[in-house]
């Protein structure tokens, strides 16, 4: 088939978006958290004595307010824009983890002396490398976002996740270019500082387990818990549980208008971050009654007007304030939901 360049690009990053086994929105991964969403909808109704149908559950996990609504059309938009123009790959960093890597590989090496190998076995190194990558991911995934929760310049682009006034899995790409430029340059520092200091400690380069280039304990997470935190269905991980992962409910409770939830559940995969900086806040059992979003809702919240453009001016009026009137310090920390 001869193809404009321009078309076959997009089918190009669209085919490996959606058929990459290792994707962050795989359609494999898509279906496997559409199926457990329906067993566990399934069995709550079994337990209630209900019949079960699959039409009545369809409608339950696909209702006409979520599929239907401006804040969904809105997340439509948003991953067509992170696909297609940044990608969804993050590589596009300032920093590359492959410099950060060497250089604190030979930091490490100036410090300490040469490199001594160990008779680890490669799967052994392997295995502790693909560990180690995953908590440096989540680490660095949970200081973004903490800063982009605490710093009233950094809340304004962070804030169109939060506009999301339902939440589907395309919800994961409502994200600002600019959040997304901080993101990938923080995630080479943790990234690449723990792979330079692991081939150091391990006295090989071994290389983590991956599937398309995704980190595999990732990709578990993207299967089976990722995609259900964008979504109406509670599914909660309490006790010991609750505070070692982050469950579908840890993110609503995340997205929730509730003073009492906000800043809270800040990681990605993990609550382990959360709980030891006292961002974590573990989900009930029973579903809490939440309402997303943030208050109040703006005048072009769900646009590209208003989502993509509208954040850089209300950076830059938070600047001016910042600079002209050299106001307090407290005074930009101001109340989140004032901030438009
Ligand atoms: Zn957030
Ligand atoms: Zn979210």
């Known amino acids: 088939m001869d193809l404009s360049p321009g078309i076959s690009y997009l089918f190009d990053r669209l085919g490996k978006a959606l058929l990459a086994p290792g994707s962050q929105v795989s359609l494999a991964s898509l279906f496997t958290a ?8 399934a069995k709550r109704r079994y337990r209630k004595g209900r019949r079960i149908r699959a039409r009545s559950l369809l409608r339950a996990l696909f209702p006409r307010r979520i599929v239907l609504s401006r804040s969904s059309f809105a997340d439509l938009s948003y991953f067509y824009f992170n696909v297609f123009v940044f990608g969804i790959v993050l590589g596009w960093a300032v920093l590359s983890y492959d410099m950060v890597s060497g250089a604190a590989f030979d ?9 001594k190998p160990t008779p680890l076995p490669l799967f052994v190194a392997r295995s502790i490398i693909t560990v180690m990558l995953f908590l440096a991911y989540e680490l660095g995934y949970w200081l973004n976002h903490y800063l982009s929760h605490r710093i009233p310049l950094l809340w304004e682009f962070h804030k169109v ?30 990234i690449g ?22 980190n595999i304990i990732l990709v578990i997470f993207v299967y089976f818990v990722v995609h259900l935190q964008h979504s109406q269905v509670w599914i909660s991980f309490t006790g010991w549980l609750g505070h070692l992962f982050m469950s579908p409910a840890h993110h609503q409770i995340h997205h929730s208008r509730n003073p009492t939830h906000f800043d809270k559940n ?14 974590l806040y573990v989900p009930a059992r029973q579903s809490e009654k939440l309402e997303f979003g943030v208050e109040p809702d703006r005048e072009h919240a769900h646009t590209i007007r208003g989502e993509l453009f509208a954040p850089f001016g209300r950076a830059a009026a938070l600047l001016k304030k910042c600079f002209v009137r050299r106001a307090a310090p407290a005074e930009l920390a101001a109340d989140r939901n004032r901030a438009y």
């Not at 990605?268 to 961002?279: K, P, Y």
């Open 34 to 41: 559409l199926l457990i969403a329906f067993l566990v909808l």
């Open 107 to 115: 930091l490490l090496v100036a410090a300490f002396g040469p490199v």
């Open 161 to 190: 996740h939060h506009t999301a006034t339902v939440l589907t899995p395309l919800t994961n790409f409502r994200v600002h270019p600019v959040y997304m430029f901080i993101f990938s340059n923080i995630l080479a520092i943790f």
């Open 193 to 214: 500082v723990a792979n330079g200091v692991g081939d150091y400690l391990l006295g090989q380069s071994a290389p983590q387990y991956a599937l398309s280039e995704t």
């Open 266 to 279: 800040l990681g990605s995969c993990l609550a382990l971050w959360d709980w030891m900086f006292g961002t």
